[in-house]
């Protein structure tokens, strides 16, 4: 029952890929073409209403597909939502170009706001990582600051610095709350935090903390196994961004460990005889018998 779903979800979301890259192409001959604003509206529009039933697809699909590793879903998420929102951007852009002065807003600064909603659509706020100071949140809100604003050679220094204080929260907000907003400051906030938090050994006894402290599950939930499943996978691959490798058998036992009684008994009725079990193995049991509680 599972994978037939699952094979529906794909479908869906390849629709919606379709229809991505179908607009991308219509904008292409639209710009050859004779301009007509109410049919690029039409197709805006229509692109609008199919990409709403996105995240919802992409959810169910993450929770049932026990093949592909969780994270790589993840990251697959997100390209397809950066792929919809760039295109998206372009074609607002062209919209208000191609309206008549008495449908827009016929002056030069809403063209202005139409083009910066282009050049930054690459980063969406919804999507902006937050950082609270925690060790073990460095290196992601690190990595993925740096790809979605650091590394952005069209934002201004003044730019970055006002995304950098508006991802920071609490301590890590207060590290460089002295700054104010200048060309100058925004490398030298930037080098403070590296300086605070880039410390390797105290991000490795966070993480390694964290894994023996995972929650035990007093109850059998979906939120629970699904929390307890993410959780070990993402201390664990922040570990080895830093070079350290968890034998795979400790992390087995240590999930072990977290199960409620109910969930523990089904994961022992899937175990051999003289054979200790793979993580991979654990984690689609985790994400399988989750489905299974919705």
Known sequence: MANEQLVILNKKKGTIKGQIAHFKNFLAKYREEEPDAIKLGLHLQRLKNTFEKFDDIQDQIELLDTEIPHIDLVLDRYAIQDDYLEIVADGECLLTSTQPADQST?????????????RRVKLPLATLPTFSGRYEEWLAFRDSFTSLIHDQTDLTNVEKLQYLKSALKADAAQKIS????????????????????????????????????????????????????????????????????????????????????????KWDETLKRNEFPKLDNMLEFLYRTAARLF
């Open 178 to 265: 002295v700054f104010s907003i200048t060309e100058e400051n925004y490398n030298r906030a930037w080098q403070l935090l590296e300086k605070t938090y880039q410390d390797t050994r105290l991000i490795i006894s966070r993480h390694l903390s964290l894994i023996l402290r995972l929650p035990v599950q007093e109850k059998q939930t979906s939120e629970g196994l699904i929390k307890l499943a993410d959780d070990t996978q993402q201390h664990m691959l922040s570990l080895a961004s830093l070079g350290l490798k968890i034998s795979e058998e400790i992390l087995v036992q240590n999930i072990e460990e977290k199960l409620h009684k109910t969930t523990l008994e």
């Open 106 to 118: 016929g002056t030069i600064d809403r063209t202005l706001d139409v083009q910066q909603t282009k």
